[in-house]
């Protein structure tokens, strides 16, 4: 069973808070007039997995917020290799400052982003993160959509006593990152039950392809440049 007591979890919780109040409401008349009695369920889930998914049958808009997601995006090492970082960098978002607080409040834009995409028929398989997409995600940046949201996490985790820095920080360069290993590198990544042992198999632009030995030997997995370690 998750514990909803730590300070990760709580946050998630903020964010979907955020999510329900400061975006879903006030786009609540333009989708009730494409779907009405369609709700939103936020929840935070126990892995890495962040997204948005809707129930036809149902009527209910699903957003899951990853645990794992939201504690990697808490130290610019473990930041470097999601969309979100490449976003806020790429196209200015927060004018272009990466920090914790920054990259949750984007997650959660972009992740309403597909529910405005979906509701207005414009996501279809092999388009998602389409033109359409960045037109929404583009309009929550410039109609205070966003800063909104980032000032909501900010004020709440504050009053929680929850540690959620604001200020930027630079993540590592995987070009720079990549001369640091080669093929046949013994390696580990992972934590706790969930690390692994293995050896590079091949050096990617910001992956290396790893396969595992011990308990989980023969697998074979992409692990960001920024979580390897070296192992004897």
Not at 107 to 116: D, G, I, N, Q, W
Not at 194 to 216: A, D, E, L, M, W
Request: charged share 25%.
């Amino acid at each position: 069973m998750r514990d909803s007591s730590t300070p990760l979890h709580q946050i998630g919780q903020l964010m979907c808070q955020a999510t329900r109040e400061i975006l879903w409401q006030p786009a609540g008349e333009w989708l009730g007039k494409r779907a009405t009695g369609v709700a939103l369920h936020c929840r935070v889930g126990s892995g890495q997995a962040t997204y948005h998914r809707y129930d036809s049958g149902k009527k209910v808009h699903l957003i899951n917020y990853g645990l794992r997601m939201i504690a990697a995006k808490q130290r610019p090492e473990t930041a470097e290799g999601w969309l979100s970082t490449r976003e806020i960098q790429g196209r200015g978002y927060f004018r272009g400052e990466l920090s914790p607080l920054n990259l949750l409040a984007h997650t959660c834009c972009h992740e309403f982003a597909h529910l405005v995409q979906y509701s207005a028929g414009k996501r279809a398989y092999g388009s998602v993160h389409n033109r359409h997409f960045y037109d929404i995600l583009d309009q929550l940046h410039e109609d205070g959509g966003a800063k909104a949201t980032r000032d909501f996490l900010a004020r709440e985790a504050d009053s929680r006593g929850l540690d959620l820095p604001s200020a930027p920080f630079a993540v590592p360069d995987s070009r720079i990152l990549a001369r640091n290993w080669q093929v046949g590198d013994s390696v580990s990544f992972g934590e706790g039950v969930r690390q692994h042992h293995g050896q590079i198999i091949r050096v990617n632009r910001k992956t290396c392809t790893v396969q595992t030995k011990g308990p989980s030997r023969g697998s074979r997995y992409r692990v960001p440049l920024s979580m390897l370690r070296k192992s004897n």
